[in-house]
């Protein structure tokens, strides 16, 4: 077996790093089409990578990708991907390492929220939840990893968790119940894959406005969880860039399984 000063780690193409990482650096984002996922591959582009951006409304990533085109310098290609289809995840990968020769790095992004109350709810949404948050996670890492432990070259992978992973609230258990599987399978995958050089590590992000919850801050029982917040607001998807960068680059060379909150305090809300 490799040890781990011997197992390979993604390098720029001319070798060098630059303070991010990701220069030259072939990255997936999936659920690109909104909120987080656009932003994690807006945010690569500009550190320099080539940036690859997935999720069903092809419209929202043919849009998405046109615009990174049109920032000096970026090569970008939009995919269609459905996560809940291995099929669609394996042709998505595909074409990425058809595109770019590899992929360096995974963001395991895409997601849906399911609320409700579990009792109230149609049964399939459970199945909807973990088949979107933990199997298409699943299913999107294992492709990747089986590029980058061909190409031989390492590989950073940053699963979207979620405070709700640790915590729960009313109304997203489903939602709860993946995204913990999601804490676990980052560690359960780092252990196994570090031998190859492929760091996994997760993002557990606190509230951002974006579309998975929108409407809901302005609700009574919206506003009320906002004042649970230690630091009192929500999350502005900046907050989340040094963090991200973190995890998908360099900066992290010898972090696997970490999984990093970004939250204002809120998983540490009094009991
Ligand atoms: N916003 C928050 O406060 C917050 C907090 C913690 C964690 N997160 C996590 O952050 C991630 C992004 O969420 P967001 O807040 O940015 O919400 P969002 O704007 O609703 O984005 C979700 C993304 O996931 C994609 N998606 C959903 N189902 C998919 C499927 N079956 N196949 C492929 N893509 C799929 C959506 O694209 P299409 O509909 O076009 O497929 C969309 O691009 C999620 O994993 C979420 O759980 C968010």
Not at 93 to 98: D, F, I, K, T, Y
Not at 143 to 168: D, K, P
Not at 180 to 198: F, H
Not at 251 to 267: N, R, Y
């Amino acid at each position: 077996m490799q040890s781990a000063d011997q197992a390979p780690q993604a390098a720029a193409p001319d070798g060098k790093s630059n303070g991010q990482g990701l220069a030259g650096r072939r990255v997936l984002v999936t659920g690109a089409s909104s909120g987080l996922g656009e932003h994690f591959a807006r945010l690569c582009a500009a550190n320099g990578a080539r940036v690859a951006v997935a999720a069903r409304r092809r419209e929202r990533i043919d849009a998405l990708t046109e615009s990174l085109i049109g920032s000096a310098g970026v090569d970008a290609a939009g995919f269609s991907l459905d996560v809940t289809d291995r099929e669609s995840v394996d042709a998505c990968v595909a074409g990425v390492v058809e595109r770019f020769g590899g992929i360096d790095v995974l963001v395991n992004n895409a997601g849906i929220s399911g609320a409700g109350p579990a009792l109230d709810q149609e049964r399939d949404t459970f199945d909807q939840v973990i088949d979107t948050n933990l199997r298409g996670v699943w299913a999107t890492a294992l492709a990747a990893a089986e590029s980058m432990r061909r190409e031989g070259t390492g590989g950073s992978i940053v699963n979207i968790a979620s405070i709700l992973g640790f915590r729960q609230a009313t109304g997203l258990a489903a939602y709860s119940v993946s995204k913990a599987g999601v804490v676990q399978m980052t560690k359960a995958l780092a252990l196994e894959w570090a031998r190859y050089g492929i760091r996994v590590n997760g993002l557990a992000p606190g509230y951002f406005e974006t579309e998975i919850n929108s409407g809901f801050f302005e609700t009574e029982a919206g506003e009320k969880m906002m004042k649970r917040i230690p630091m009192r607001r929500l999350g502005r998807l900046e907050d989340l860039d040094a963090p991200f960068l973190l995890l998908a680059g360099d900066g992290s060379a010898f972090m696997t399984g970490t999984i990093l909150t970004v939250d204002g305090g809120h998983v540490l809300s009094t009991l």
